[in-house]
């Protein structure tokens, strides 16, 4: 972060301890929600019988500053401030709202719940079921200098050989090592272009150096339901979808399930490979500034006509997703959502749309360790200009 950016960190550190409108500083009419016991959630998603953090009209930019859950959990004991600095952190650079949280008496249940700090929700005006959350990701900015990457047993795409560790018998947070979880923790440093990398040290003294590309594991809308929703398995309103695709500058399509959407982000990334296979990625704290964009059934243009699961888009692709407890199943679904979309989206027809997938779209691995597994196709835009001039003429 520069030294602006800090600054204005600070600022609202001092200050907002609830959420508001900024009035000045470099988010000055952001709407603002900080991480605090008031607004997250730990280890569920928002059902429709949440509460609202805030509440903000159509065409919103929202800034979260939110807090990854790694360094927090159990297997890491459950003191944010003694794993940070166990790991040579100083204090500063250790997050207030992280140390709050781990001191509280908030419930969590390490084997039972999810792991992840879910900030909101916020409440969009007018939105009702039918209408689709259209999330325009502006920036996502790191709030700290170091993320951890984690494997757990149980978990992961190599259940059963990696961790390596053993576990113990009545692991707990007084005694983390028990579980035998493996949490990698990674600095972030800049290289001599300027641009800052993930930085991992092998035991030969040389460090695997990889580029950052910030994105929001987590987004989406609250399910219609009254029953707890775990923050882990994606689903058809959001949640942990994990596609490394949606950093700044994509926008992301979500069906509104409930009255007034209830929109919620956290599970901040700085990096992510496709698979995200020993079960995090580079986890770590991000201010996620977004804008929320009510689309009204039967009044405003919908991508593809109709949304029905989450819908992504950058500027050179259209991202339709599959999801599945079976990856194979998953493959399908993307596939005939993509399918579906050629078809209305342009026009195409079902069969030229499948041959046009086999020969020019990447199907991409979002994640395979979520329970729920995720495939997602990008559909590149530049091959369909002359459908853009089309439209134009009608």
């Known amino acids: 972060m520069n030294s602006a950016q800090a600054e204005e960190f600070e600022v609202l550190k001092q200050i907002f301890d609830k959420p508001t409108l900024l009035k000045s500083g470099n988010y000055t009419g952001n709407y603002y929600v900080p991480s605090t016991l008031n607004t997250i959630q730990w280890g569920y998603l928002p059902n429709k019988d949440s509460k609202p953090v805030l509440t903000v009209p159509s065409g919103s930019v929202v800034t979260f500053d939110t807090v990854s859950h790694e360094g927090l959990l159990e297997d890491q004991g459950r003191d944010a401030e003694k794993y940070f600095k166990s790991k040579g952190v100083k204090s500063e650079f250790i997050l207030d709202e992280a140390k709050n949280i781990t001191k509280s008496k908030l419930d969590h249940d390490f084997h039972k719940d999810g792991p992840h700090i879910v900030t909101g929700p916020v409440l969009v005006q007018d939105a009702e079921p039918g209408d689709i959350l259209k999330v325009e990701v502006i920036k996502v900015e790191p709030r700290v200098p170091y993320g951890v990457i984690s494997n757990r047993h149980g ?228 091959d369909f200009e002359e459908f853009k001039t089309d439209k134009k003429k009608d």
């Open 155 to 382: 978990k992961g795409a190599l259940v059963g050989e990696f961790p390596k560790i053993k576990p113990q018998a009545n692991p707990s947070a007084e005694h983390p090592e028990r579980y035998g979880n493996v949490s990698v923790f990674t600095p972030i440093e800049k290289n001599a272009k300027g641009d800052y990398e993930g930085v991992l040290k092998t035991d030969s003294g040389k460090s695997i150096r990889f580029p950052l590309y910030p994105f929001m594991g987590i987004m989406g809308v609250a399910a219609n339901t009254s029953e707890p929703v775990n923050s882990v398995p994606p689903a058809l309103y959001g949640g942990n979808i994990d596609i490394n695709e949606l950093g700044a500058g994509s926008t992301v399509y979500y069906p509104v399930q409930v009255k007034g959407g209830l929109f919620y982000t956290g599970d901040s990334h700085f990096a992510q490979g496709g698979g995200e296979v020993a079960l995090t990625a580079l986890e770590a704290s991000a201010r996620a500034t977004l804008k929320l964009t009510l689309l009204k059934a039967g009044k405003d243009k919908i991508p593809g006509k109709e949304i029905q699961q989450p819908l992504g888009e950058n500027d050179n692709f259209w991202i339709t997703i599959g999801l599945d407890e079976d990856l194979n199943q998953a493959m399908k679904k993307s596939t005939r959502e993509a399918i579906r979309f050629l078809n209305q989206e342009y026009g195409i027809d079902e069969t030229i749309a499948y041959a046009y997938l086999s020969a020019a779209t990447n199907f991409n691995v979002s994640q395979v360790v979520d329970k729920t597994k995720g495939i997602h196709a990008m559909i590149r835009k530049a």
